[in-house]
């Protein structure tokens, strides 16, 4: 099979941009979990040192889920920007963004994001040299790498104690699949409308680029077909702790029910509680 290659105006070089952290689109169904409160700690003892990354083709985000969590919780908690980001007068945090990277397509960049976080895990320490370094480290430094266990434990918690928010959003997996019905376009502007040009920035003033417009979401209620039955997205946030008992007790209904999916499965349960206890919408 040949080998896909780059779009022909793909840009030749990578370069780093300061972009709003809040226009900042996560890749859907990202697969990677993260230590946030190990990063969080490194983040605040070293700066901001490590670019997110963005695919162009798609404007999403194809490198650094973990570091913009942990940014968008200490935004907004309060905390002040850390070393490296920026901060616009309205006070939202300028993230540094590699740019002009892209894909074939969707499966090529979704095969990076998985090789960019599991190379790393792939590899080892040469465990004489690696001693070395850290015995040069005093307990703080040594921590905050992530060998000291006992302190770096004390990190994760000291940091994950300083950014207390309510529990994230729902997947943006899900809200791709499932979305608002569109509203009607706007109509054009007329023929003889001008354009009134942008004043130019203050000299020294941080300008953020425009983030490249997101492909439009695939949607199954918009609009919906004439009798089909609409769709409305239910959000649960559970624990860590109770997830895998969750998992377990769908992937089991979905064998005694005879359900396809897990929505599905989900729904068996609820309906043989409800006929189990006559309870009626």
């Known amino acids: 099979m040949p080998r896909k290659t780059q779009s022909p105006d793909a840009a030749p070089t990578l370069r780093i941009e ?6 900042l689109a996560r890749w859907p169904g990202n697969p990677k979990e993260h230590a946030e409160g190990a990063i969080a700690a490194s983040i605040s003892r070293f700066g901001f ?10 404007g999403r985000l194809i490198a650094g889920h973990g570091r913009l ?7 907004a908690a309060g905390q002040p920007a850390p070393q490296f980001v920026q901060v616009r007068e309205d006070g939202m945090w300028l993230v540094p963004v590699t740019r002009g990277g892209s894909f074939a397509d969707r ?5 990076y994001l998985i090789a960019h976080n599991r190379t790393g895990e792939l590899g080892g320490w040469n465990d004489e040299l690696l001693a070395g370094m850290l015995g040069s480290l005093d307990d703080a430094l040594r921590s905050v790498a992530g060998f000291d266990l006992d302190g770096f434990l004390q990190e994760q918690t ?3 104690a300083s950014v207390q928010l309510p529990p994230p959003p729902p997947s943006e997996f899900l809200n791709d699949l499932i979305t608002p019905s569109a509203p009607p376009a706007a109509p054009p502007p007329a023929a003889d409308t001008v354009a009134t040009p942008a004043a130019p920035a203050a000299p020294g003033a941080v300008v953020a680029p425009e983030a490249p417009p997101a492909p439009a979401a695939p949607s199954i ?3 919906p077909a004439q009798g089909a039955e609409e769709y409305v997205q239910l959000a649960f946030v559970l624990p ?3 997830r895998a008992e969750v998992t377990a007790a769908i992937k089991h209904a979905k064998g005694h029910f005879g359900a396809e999916t897990s929505p599905a499965a989900f ?3 609820i309906r043989a509680y409800a006929q189990q206890h006559g309870v009626g919408a």
Not at 18 to 23: C, N, S
């Open 18 to 23: 300061y972009l709003p952290l809040d226009q």
């Open 49 to 58: 040192r490590d670019p997110l990354a963005i695919d162009e083709a798609s």
């Open 69 to 75: 969590s942990v940014l968008e919780r200490a935004h």
């Open 107 to 111: 499966d090529e960049a979704s095969a």
């Open 158 to 160: 000291a940091a994950a």
């Open 221 to 223: 209620t918009s609009p």
């Open 240 to 242: 860590v702790s109770e």
């Open 267 to 269: 729904m068996a349960i």
